[in-house]
């Protein structure tokens, strides 16, 4: 997740970046925004989402402080490796559907509007159209 996070920061930011040396030019390539804290903090399934990776969290803490009482500094850290690899993809299958229905409500209004770009709102300085609330409001009606 930090990895898809980090690819779509380093693209949201070049973008930005253009459209911040040449808003004529943004404009004209229809940019959005979107605030994608808050679309994600008003997805329907979020809190019980969040709630499975929480307990998939203290799960592997558990196996973790069981497996470990026995092990040397090197087996713990290797156990932990192996563990956190086990969580971080459990996590990644957890969050991958909202994601996709994120992208695609996102796609979905940005075509709407004729815009050519959308990047997130925090790096938006001027001449973006902000399209959070049609997006909440496409992904709550899917």
């Known amino acids: 997740?930090?990895?898809?996070?980090?690819?779509?920061?380093?693209?949201?930011?070049?973008?930005?970046?253009?459209?911040?040396?040449?808003?004529?030019?943004?404009?004209?390539?229809?940019?959005?925004?979107?605030?994608?804290?808050?679309?994600?903090?008003?997805?329907?399934?979020?809190?019980?989402?969040?709630?499975?990776?929480?307990?998939?969290?203290?799960?592997?803490?558990?196996?973790?402080?069981?497996?470990?009482?026995?092990?040397?500094?090197?087996?713990?850290?290797?156990l932990f490796d192996q563990l956190n690899q086990k969580l971080s993809d459990r996590q990644n299958e957890l969050i991958k559907p909202i994601r996709d229905n994120i992208q695609k409500a996102v796609e979905a209004v940005a075509k709407e509007k004729g815009l050519d770009y959308v990047i997130d709102a925090s790096v938006a300085i001027y001449g973006a159209e902000d399209i959070t609330k049609d997006v909440i409001a496409k992904v709550n009606a899917q």
């Open 1 to 78: 997740m930090n990895k898809f996070f980090s690819i779509v920061f380093a693209a949201v930011f070049a973008i930005s970046i253009y459209a911040f040396y040449s808003p004529a030019q943004a404009s004209a390539a229809g940019l959005g925004s979107i605030n994608l804290g808050e679309v994600l903090a008003s997805y329907p399934d979020m809190q019980t989402t969040n709630a499975a990776i929480d307990l998939e969290r203290q799960k592997t803490q558990d196996e973790f402080n069981k497996k470990s009482a026995s092990l040397d500094d090197k087996g713990k850290k290797d």
